[in-house]
C-alpha cells in the first residue's frame, strides 16, 4: 500500500441558531436550512448545538412519549435532508430515546 503524503481540508460550518425549547417542527426546520446553508458555503460537516430537535432544556416535555415520539420522526427528516444535501452517508446522533420495536 503506498502512503500519501496529501492532506485534504475539512471544512466545518457551527450553526449558532436559535432554538425554542419544545418546537420541535420549527427547529427542524431551522436546522434542515441550515444544513442546505452550510453545503451552500462549501462546508463539509455541519454542527449544531445539544439538544438542537427538542430546543434546551426540555425538561418535562421528556416525560411525554409522544414528545419522544416527535422527536425521533424529525431526527429520521434531519438525516434525510442531510444525506440529500451531501449525497453521502451522513450520521445524525443524539435522539432522545429508544426506538421501540
Do not use: C, W
Not at 421528556?62 to 450520521?91: G, H
Request: no cysteine.
Amino acid at each position: 500500500m503506498q502512503k500519501s503524503n496529501t492532506i485534504h481540508a475539512l471544512r466545518l460550518a457551527l450553526a449558532q441558531i436559535n432554538l425554542t425549547v419544545g418546537d420541535i417542527d420549527g427547529n427542524t426546520e431551522k436546522i434542515m436550512a441550515n444544513i442546505g446553508l452550510a453545503r451552500d458555503r462549501g462546508a463539509d460537516l455541519v454542527i449544531f448545538p445539544e439538544l438542537a430537535i427538542t430546543g434546551y432544556p426540555p425538561e418535562d416535555l421528556l416525560l411525554k412519549q409522544s414528545f419522544v415520539d416527535d422527536n425521533l420522526a424529525a431526527l429520521d427528516r434531519v438525516r434525510e435532508a442531510a444525506t440529500a444535501a451531501y449525497r453521502s452517508r451522513t450520521t445524525a446522533r443524539g435522539s432522545l430515546g429508544a426506538r421501540r420495536s
